[in-house]
């Protein structure tokens, strides 16, 4: 399995030019690396130096760039569609449909990207895959996906096995599925595929709140707006359970200057560079694959029968709180959070929430 990171922080403060380096101190200590780039122009080529396709390509030992184009992810995907279809269904009828003649439809380049990410890690020919995507709300969704998913697969599908609807119509899914499929679905079909999903997606929702699996850091200047958009990105990584292992100032020679804006996290100050000169760069950059001592999105206190969530970058007024059965919904900003309760509270009601230096503790009854 791979570490998969990744950089958040406002357009211009130089994120991709912090992912070549790290790719570079990386391969340099004999980890094989991949940089994956999911920005439209030629910003990588020009900083590598050489041009980087949409095919994987070496850049120096152990150290392979790609650039993600969705139109090319979306050919590669619809293939593997189409030969699902072939296997399955006796008359398959997108065999004439072409993955050259599909446009990108909104958020498709992120769903695209989160498969092509999946199947580098799952090749076990990287130690690091570095994304170097939008870097925003839109990365941190993406990542977030298996845990949004996850949700609406509980909620629906107790819905609709539960309802009238539900009910009459899975005898003609299951007689349709006989007369049209290669292979018989059994009564309880529908649970045995749901749950082969749902366990893909605890996959997921497990390599992203795992620091050994996946990781972000904040990049920053010393302007204002810069700081201020980092930290809302470092609640809003909070909130899909993924850790954030430091600050880096890029451009600066004095973390100081951040003051207690990223505490605890650590802030590393990064130097500018001259074009091509990338020693110096590589030499400031911290130990990225060390995240263990980070701040924990989620803190679960079971003799007090609290639950603590990190929420840094937000205050009280930017928090609700709701509560369905087992599960607690979190609002915080532009991103939600469905946090499933452990057996020991998922019978309790929550009986209070208070914000406590950037910390939501909930008590439960």
Known sequence: MSLILTFLGKGGVGRTTIAIAAAKALSAQGKRVLLAHQQAGPGLSLLLGQPVSAQIQEISPNFKAIQLQGTVLLEQSWEEVKKLEAQYLRTPFFKEVYGQELGILPGMDSALALNALREYDATGQYDVILYDGPGDNVSLRMLGTPEILSWYIRRFRKLF??????????????????????????????????????????????????????????????????????????????????????????????????????????????PNIEPGNWQPLVDALPDLTQTASAPKPVTINLAQKTVSLFLPGFDKKQVKLTQSGPEVTIDAGDQRRNLFLPPELSGRKATGAKFHEGHLIVSFG
């Open 161 to 270: 096995t539960d309802s009238d609807f539900g009910r009459n119509l899975m005898p003609v899914i299951q007689l349709a599925s006989t007369t049209v499929l290669n292979v018989n679905w059994p009564g309880d079909g529908i649970d045995k595929q749901t749950n082969q999903v749902n366990n893909m997606l605890e996959n997921g929702r497990q390599a992203v709140s795992d620091p050994s699996r996946m990781a972000a850091y904040l990049v920053t200047s010393t302007d204002a707006a810069s700081i201020a958009t980092a930290q809302y990105l470092w609640g809003s990584a909070q909130q899909i359970g993924l850790t954030v292992g430091g600050t880096l100032l890029n451009r600066s020679e004095d973390s100081g200057s951040l003051g207690d804006a990223f505490n605890p996290l650590t802030a590393y100050a990064l």
